[in-house]
């Protein structure tokens, strides 16, 4: 099932067309796809479906083969490719993979990273089949107890030696294939990537992912050297004769060329779309051609391959850029065509047929035969493509050029100055000053906007999916009412391990979008999110760390702290040590109180700081957990904590230079019309408009940047300098009328007591933290718990948003 996809999408040209009274945006013949989070699609080339986020590609050293490894949420599979006549010859689906995968010099073995049960799994090739053939252990007895997890493969020649990195234990693991023992296992500085030996095979090159450099093993004396690089370095790859060795740079937008007779850098080219700084293209993939002269590079969050030409060493020069499918997480080249791997495909897909199984017919190219009801779950419906582009000619490359500055929102412009309203209390550019000094940022839990606000008739909801309506959320639609009530509102998230990111930084690090989707489809693992591992930590920190560099006053209420104790350096001493962390046991009610008991003694002192970020997170819920506080009471104790804070602020001496901003850290899956991203957000305070309906596309970058603006801070990436502010929503007339608390319709203390099959999965959570429940599953039981037990929970939906006007020509251009 081919497609070619240059400029085209007549398809989804149709179903929106069908419903674009839905859509955030209107249509015309563009063959741009909007994704959720305001970036834009229009992948070159023809296409291939994949499985769930392909991280690796390789070919085999006929060129006859390409291997695939899918790592999603969902099903995990090997596939075969026929890469010449651009068809699927053959798949299995395994347990657990990861990124590593190589075959043997002879094309008769694959080896692939066996994710988190600590193996290589060894596949014979017969015919272009795969036969599974064996499985090296790494380290027998370390599962569940200590992980693994291979990462990066390399091969001899002869096919009697293994190498292997880890992510888990930091280690680099060699293999006699002979034996299928472990000879030798050496630690590193940190987690590893990729790994790679050169052509006389006396090195092997190692990208030390959070540590920054490139390990060089010795393959005779066991020495290890290493090189210094830039952040995150992940996929490496060596020309012919191995004199030079190129390192993707994910965190730093760039690639360090590497002499490697000397272990030296000698040049680092840039591959964002403008002169910047600002993390967000996330390097992450690299291919040269076939004459070695161009270097193709993908850039993940740009959605692009960068072009260079690369035939003079230390004299590198741009060529343009190929737009691709979205989260391009490979490239490689055969003969004249270029072959891409696009994680999350070509956009947010629908699932219009509820939660059921599917079987999908054997000429889909995906998972035959499965029939796997977490196919419904958001990571697992982001199904990847390959895409196959001939190489373009100098006049192809610059059309194709034009075509990704046209799908990307951010331009240089935009991170020195925000586009807005002439007068509006929200300032265009950090020199500017607002009449807003105090930001009041509640971060909450996993809901979509049909899930609360579906039942308000001038929003654009759908009542049949309205679970937390105006009676369990009186305070939350009192705010939308009586603000803004903004109904085209997007997270950036997909799940809480980014979204905690993202809410923060605005920006997720390729390290925790590779890794989340096997811990959350508990293949083990830790993605290590909120400052657990900082591997997870954006380059240049979260807003905090931007705050104390600019020396703006900031304070944590429970996000990435608790009681006090926190990995961050930047959040010590800037804590209510009495806020509790994440325990689902502790009333949203009582997070307020320990916030009003803090806030009035800094008030007292005049000491309220200018950022404050209360995390309130009790909309999640324990499911129908026997004894825990039931479904709807603890999303109406969120609802009333929320309030309550409100009230409390508006009456105080500093409600008229105040502002609160409400949003969910991700809606995870819930059920909406339009698309699972599409979250409630809420804003107050005297600069807010009044009952005003607002339809423009925000996102979670976007309020970010409003706040940055507001506090006279830079933006923390490409995202959130491309995002909207929330310039729609304020007022240059303030109102400084109180808010008053809406009281609780329900009983906030009803417990579950209810014994079924929804109660005994609840039994076996681990409530410990927002990330250790399989929130499909959670989800599909508040179904359950609002609607009756026997209720069919619908599906969540994926839209792609096809817009109108053809992108303006901006003034950088």
């Avoid at 052509?199 to 190692?206: F, H, N, Q, R, S």
């Avoid at 037990?789 to 939906?797: G, I, L, N, Y």
């Amino acid at each position: 099932m081919k497609r070619n996809l240059l400029f085209g999408f007549a398809a989804l040209f149709a179903t929106a067309l069908s419903a674009q009274a839905q859509l955030p945006g209107k249509i015309v013949q563009t063959g741009q796809v909007l994704l959720p989070n305001g970036w834009k699609l229009s992948p070159a080339g023809t296409s291939l479906p994949l499985g769930d986020l392909p991280l690796n590609i390789q070919l085999s050293n006929s060129g006859k083969v390409l291997a695939v490894t899918n790592n999603g949420q969902s099903t995990q599979s090997i596939q075969l490719i026929d890469p010449v006549n651009e068809k699927l010859i053959d798949e299995k689906v395994i347990g657990k993979l990861w990124y590593g995968l190589q075959f043997s010099h002879d094309d008769k073995h694959l080896y692939a990273s066996g994710g988190n049960d600590n193996w290589i799994i060894d596949f014979a090739i017969k015919n272009n089949k795969l036969i599974p053939a064996d499985t090296i252990k790494l380290a027998p007895h370390a599962y569940p107890k200590d992980k693994v997890c291979a990462t990066g493969i390399a091969v001899n020649k002869a096919n009697t030696l293994l190498y292997t990195v880890t992510k888990e234990d930091n280690s680099l693991y060699i293999i006699d294939l002979n034996t299928r023992k472990v000879k030798s296992s050496i630690k590193l500085k940190a987690e590893a990537y990729s790994c790679l030996l050169s052509p006389d095979e006396k090195t092997l090159y190692i990208s030390v992912w959070n540590g920054g450099e490139v390990a060089c093993y010795n393959t005779a004396t066991g020495a290890i050297t290493s090189i210094t690089v830039g952040n995150h370095p992940n996929e490496l790859l060596l020309n012919k004769k191995g004199t030079r060795l190129f390192v993707a740079n994910a965190n730093d937008n760039s690639v360090s060329i590497i002499n490697t007779a000397t272990k030296k850098i000698t040049e680092v080219v840039s591959t964002s779309l403008f002169p910047t700084h600002l993390t967000g293209s996330t390097t992450n993939g690299l291919a040269l051609s076939a004459d070695e002269k161009t270097l193709y590079i993908a850039n993940a969050d740009n959605n692009c391959l960068a072009v260079f030409d690369v035939s003079k060493p230390s004299a590198s020069q741009s060529r343009g850029f190929i737009p691709v499918g979205w989260y391009p997480t490979n490239v490689k080249t055969l003969g004249k065509k270029i072959l891409v791997s696009n994680g999350k495909g070509f956009t947010s897909m629908a699932n219009p047929d509820g939660p059921m199984p599917i079987k999908r017919p054997d000429n889909s190219g995906v998972h035959k035969g499965n029939t796997n009801t977490k196919e419904q779950y958001i990571a697992g419906l982001f199904k990847g493509t390959l895409s196959f582009i001939n190489t373009p000619t100098p006049g192809q490359l610059k059309i194709f050029t034009k075509q990704v500055y046209a799908n990307t929102p951010f331009t240089g412009k935009k991170e020195k100055t925000a586009p807005g309203i002439a007068g509006n209390p929200i300032p265009r550019s950090k020199t500017d000053k607002s009449p807003i000094k105090h930001i009041f940022y509640i971060i909450k839990e996993n809901r979509t906007y049909d899930q609360v606000l579906g039942d308000m008739p001038k929003g654009n909801g759908d009542t049949s999916l309205c679970i937390f309506g105006a009676k369990i959320t009186p305070n939350l639609h009192a705010m939308a009412n009586e603000f803004v009530l903004a109904d085209n509102f997007y997270v950036d998230a997909e799940v809480s391990a980014d979204g905690h990111n993202w809410s923060m930084a605005a920006y997720a690090t390729d390290y925790i979008e590779k890794t989340w989707p096997t811990y959350y489809s508990s293949r083990g693992g830790d993605y290590g999110s909120e400052g657990v591992r900082t591997a997870v930590d954006p380059r240049d920190g979260y807003i905090w760390d931007y705050c104390k560099r600019a020396g703006v006053s900031y304070r944590s209420y429970g996000e990435f702290a608790a009681y006090g104790k926190t990995t961050i350096k930047a959040l010590e001493g800037h804590m209510c040590v009495q806020t509790p962390g994440f325990d689902l046991n502790i009333t949203d009610r009582f997070r307020e109180q320990v916030w009003e008991h803090d806030f009035d003694s800094l008030l007292n002192r005049n000491e309220v700081p200018a950022l404050n970020i209360v995390r309130m997170g009790n909309d999640h819920t324990s499911g129908q957990k026997k004894g825990a506080i039931s479904i709807l009471s603890a999303v109406a104790d969120n609802d009333q904590g929320v309030g309550m804070l409100l009230e409390h602020l508006s009456h105080s001496k500093i409600w008229k230079e105040s502002v609160v901003f409400v949003l969910e850290d991700d809606a995870q899956n819930g059920s909406d019309h339009i698309d699972a991203h599409r979250s409630p957000v809420y804003v107050a305070g005297p600069w807010v408009k009044r009952d005003a309906v607002i339809h423009g596309m925000y996102s979670t970058s976007g309020v970010l940047r409003t706040m940055e603006l507001i506090l006279g801070l830079p933006p923390m990436s490409q995202y959130d300098a491309a995002a909207m502010p929330l310039y729609d929503c304020f007022t240059s007339t303030p109102d400084f009328k109180p808010y008053e608390l809406k009281p609780a319709q329900i009983d906030l203390e009803k417990r579950n007591v209810a014994v079924n099959k929804s109660s005994k999965i609840s039994d076996t959570f681990n409530l410990t933290n927002e990330d250790k429940v399989p929130d499909l599953l959670l989800n599909e039981i508040i179904w359950k718990g609002v609607k009756g037990e026997d209720a069919v929970m619908p599906a969540p939906r994926r839209s792609a948003f096809v817009i109108l006007e053809q992108k303006k020509k901006d003034d950088d251009d």
